[in-house]
């Protein structure tokens, strides 16, 4: 399989409050994976070192009181690599 780009939505669990204007996405992750599963998993890892390491990702998540806890890896989509899907269907 061939690997694509993957635009994967990091937000809020289901059961967790929306944000206060911002609704219920917290980032997106931009990974090179072969499935939505492995991407989404991908993206998950990558949120969590962002979180560590990015001054203003990590002051997004004070500002709203979240941690990486509160949040999934809720939903993938192929960016890049459409095209190599579609012509082997």
């Known amino acids: 399989m061939?690997?694509?780009v993957?635009?994967?939505?990091?937000?809020l669990k289901?059961?967790?409050?929306?944000?206060?204007g911002h609704g219920r996405t917290v980032t997106y992750e931009e990974v090179l994976a072969t499935e939505e599963l492995s991407a989404r998993q991908a993206a998950w890892e990558q949120f969590i070192s962002r979180a560590e390491y990015e001054p203003v990702l990590r002051r997004h998540l004070l500002q709203f009181g979240?941690?990486?806890?509160?949040?999934?890896?809720?939903?993938?989509?192929?960016i890049s690599g459409l095209e190599e899907i579609t012509a082997a269907a």
Request: with cysteine; hydrophobic share 45%.
């Open 14 to 20: 289901s059961w967790e409050p929306d944000l206060p």
């Open 66 to 78: 979240i941690t990486p806890h509160n949040c999934c890896a809720f939903e993938a989509v192929v």
């Open 2 to 4: 061939q690997e694509s």
């Open 6 to 11: 993957w635009l994967v939505e990091i937000a």
